[in-house]
Nanobody, 124 residues
Framework: QVQLVESGGGSVQAGGSLRLSCAASGRTISSYCMVWFRQVPGKDREWVGN??????YVADSVKGRFTISQDNAKNTLYLQMDSLKPEDTAMYYC???????????????????WGQGTQVTVSS
C-alpha cells in the first residue's frame, strides 16, 4: 500500500500563501487518484480537489486560489494555496485511491489511504 505524510502547514495572515506537501512512499502516486481534503472540528471533511494523469479538479470554494500539482520524480503531491482566507483554516489531509475514475468529487470514504494531516491557520 501507499503511505502518505503531509507537511507545510502553519499560521499565515489573510492574503498570504502556503504550500502543502504530501510525500508518498510504498507505491508510485502517478497510478493513484490523489486528493486533498480539509476538516474543521465538528464539521464534515470537505473535498478540496484531486488530480490524476495531470488533470485536476478543485472545489468552487478554492477555485482560482488553490492549485494541485504532482511531482512524480519526487513521488510528492502539492497544494499551493494563494490568497488565503480565514475560512481556509482547517486540518488538511491528503489521501489516495487506486482503480477509481478520479473525475471530480468523491466522498472521503472512497479513499482508503490517508496521511496524518497538517494544520493551516489563517488569521485576519
Amino acid at each position: 500500500q501507499v503511505q502518505l505524510v503531509e507537511s507545510g502547514g502553519g499560521s499565515v495572515q489573510a492574503g498570504g500563501s502556503l504550500r502543502l506537501s504530501c510525500a508518498a512512499s510504498g507505491r508510485t502516486i502517478s497510478s493513484y487518484c490523489m486528493v486533498w481534503f480539509r476538516q474543521v472540528p465538528g464539521k464534515d471533511r470537505e473535498w478540496v480537489g484531486n488530480i490524476y494523469g495531470g488533470t485536476t479538479y478543485v472545489a468552487d470554494s478554492v477555485k482560482g486560489r488553490f492549485t494541485i500539482s504532482q511531482d512524480n520524480a519526487k513521488n510528492t503531491l502539492y497544494l499551493q494555496m494563494d490568497s488565503l482566507k480565514p475560512e481556509d483554516t482547517a486540518m488538511y489531509y491528503c489521501a489516495a485511491a487506486y482503480g477509481v475514475s478520479c473525475i471530480g468529487y468523491m466522498r472521503a470514504l472512497s479513499y482508503p489511504y490517508w496521511g496524518q494531516g497538517t494544520q493551516v491557520t489563517v488569521s485576519s
